[in-house]
């Protein structure tokens, strides 16, 4: 069971490039959210989806795109990464009012 | 003023001692309440849902004071393997039961 897979796990990103983090849910949540944790701030909620097709802002969505096309599926793009989007990003999905799992993680350096 | 906040530590506390966290909400409109834990390098992952009436679970126990807006959390009989950081959350009925995080107490226990 592999619950919430998050890909790539690792990557350093040149400022200005774009990439794409998938996250992939094997449990049917109808909910999912992208996180980014920073020293000193906790986790702040990037961007989340209640169902498939559909996507919403959280605390911090400038500089990030979403798309949930499929209901296991959430991706987050960055469209030209800045060296302040240099994070850890977890991915993480429920079904409502029930426990959220995470992903592992996804450490990103924009240099 | 963060909608959580938490003394970041960290604890320093030999085996076997109780330690208490406490965490803040500034919100009043939070409905549900929970500690995480996180151990370093990982995902977060629930450690106790808090309740009204105070939960208990082995060697936690968690209180709430929703007039006061204060969150609670006993380690009796501190292991090594508590070493970790701990977070207190709250969800609030609006973003697709938003999570909302505090930054985290780190704990480390020592033999």
């Known amino acids: 069971n592999a619950g919430v897979t998050q890909t790539p796990k690792f990557r350093v990103l040149k400022t200005g490039q774009s990439m794409t983090l998938l996250c992939a849910q094997d449990m049917n949540h109808e909910y999912m959210y992208w996180y980014r944790q920073d020293p000193g701030m906790g986790l702040r909620l990037i961007h989340y989806?209640?169902?498939?097709?559909?996507?919403a802002k959280g605390e911090v969505p400038d500089g990030y795109n979403v798309s949930r096309l499929k209901k296991q599926n959430f991706l987050l793009g960055l469209e030209s990464a800045a060296p302040s989007q240099t994070s850890v990003y977890f991915c993480?999905?429920?079904?409502?009012?029930?426990?959220?799992?995470f992903g592992e993680g996804s450490w990103l350096t924009v240099v | 003023r963060k909608e959580v906040e938490q003394d970041p530590g960290p604890f320093n506390v030999p085996e076997g001692a109780t330690v208490a966290f406490n965490c803040t909400y500034s919100?009043?409109?939070?409905?549900?309440f929970f500690w995480y834990r996180q151990d370093c390098r990982k995902e977060p992952k629930l450690l106790m849902s808090v309740y009204s009436s105070g939960n208990e679970d082995g060697r936690f126990t968690a209180q709430l004071n929703r007039a006061s807006q204060y969150i609670s959390l006993l380690i009796r009989d501190s292991k090594l393997s508590d070493s970790a950081t701990y977070l207190c959350v709250v969800r609030k009925q609006e973003y697709g039961n938003k999570l909302v995080f505090g930054a985290g107490t780190i704990l480390r226990v020592k033999s």
């Open positions: 919100n009043s409109a939070s409905q549900s």
């Open positions: 989806s209640v169902g498939e097709g559909t996507t």
């Open positions: 993480a999905s429920n079904r409502p009012g029930n426990t959220i799992y």
